[in-house]
T-cell receptor, first 112, second 113 residues
Framework: GNSVTQMEGPVTLSEEAFLTINCTYT??????LFWYVQYPGEGLQLLLK?????DKGSNKGFEATYRKETTSFHLEKGSVQVSDSAVYFC???????????FGTGTSLTVIP | DTAVSQTPKYLVTQMGNDKSIKCEQN?????MYWYKQDSKKFLKIMFS???????INETVPNRFSPKSPDKAHLNLHINSLELGDSAVYFC????????????FGPGTRLTVT
């Protein structure tokens, strides 16, 4: 079956540090991959996506590359800001089964 | 313009009561969803509707009943509320089934006392 595994949090970083949040997936077909961000008290917002192998999604300084050989979609940012403090969800969308699968979320806190 | 809206944003009620949460999307999407998010931020899909028809109905107590009067609305009615129903409920929509991204509403925080 399909599933998404994210690194456990919480993650605490100092401002301007490098961020990596690991995400690996299991899929029977050729899924699309997503990162969502949830700021405190808000709903989830799409951060970036990739629809096929080797695609790189990017937005607001965040990047993630769809790696089929390692079944990974790790989220990276070169220099985090306090405003990046949020919960980040990796997700997979299955074209065949018409289902969406979310990881468990990783809480990030950036301290000044 | 709000894409996916939910009302109310907060709902505090007593055990045994019946309550409804409303959701509307103005994106012209065909598919809508209800998710439950627990205190540890874990997201669990509850229902999915496509063009007003139920597509996904995960293992959810039958006290929860979704209603889709048209494809822009998906309401959630909960009977005989229990303490364990306390959570944040999110509505979402997508252009269709499959590999489309989902757009989320702001959430409804339900507290059962």
């Amino acid at each position: 079956g399909n599933s998404v595994t994210q690194m456990e949090g919480p993650v605490t970083l100092s401002e301007e540090a490098f961020l990596t949040i690991n995400c690996t997936y299991t899929a029977t077909g050729y899924p699309s991959l997503f990162w969502y961000v949830q700021y405190p008290g808000e709903g989830l917002q799409l951060l970036l996506k990739a629809t096929k192998a080797d695609d790189k999604g990017s937005n607001k300084g965040f990047e993630a590359t769809y790696r089929k050989e390692t079944t990974s979609f790790h989220l990276e940012k070169g220099s985090v800001q306090v405003s990046d403090s949020a919960v980040y969800f990796c997700a997979l969308s299955d074209r065949i089964g018409n289902q969406f699968y979310f990881g468990t979320g990783t809480s990030l806190t950036v301290i000044p | 313009d709000t894409a996916v809206s939910q009302t109310p944003k907060y709902l505090v009620t007593q055990m045994g009561n019946d309550k409804s949460i409303k959701c509307e999307q103005n994106l012209g999407h065909d598919t809508m969803y209800w998710y439950k998010q627990d205190s540890k931020k874990f997201l669990k899909i509850m229902f999915s509707y496509n063009n007003k028809e139920l597509i996904i109905n995960e293992t959810v107590p039958n006290r929860f009943s979704p209603k889709s009067p048209d494809k822009a609305h998906l309401n959630l009615h909960i009977n005989s509320l229990e303490l364990g129903d306390s959570a944040v409920y999110f509505c979402a929509s997508s252009p269709g089934q499959g590999a489309y991204e989902q757009y989320f509403g702001p959430g409804t925080r339900l507290t059962v006392t």
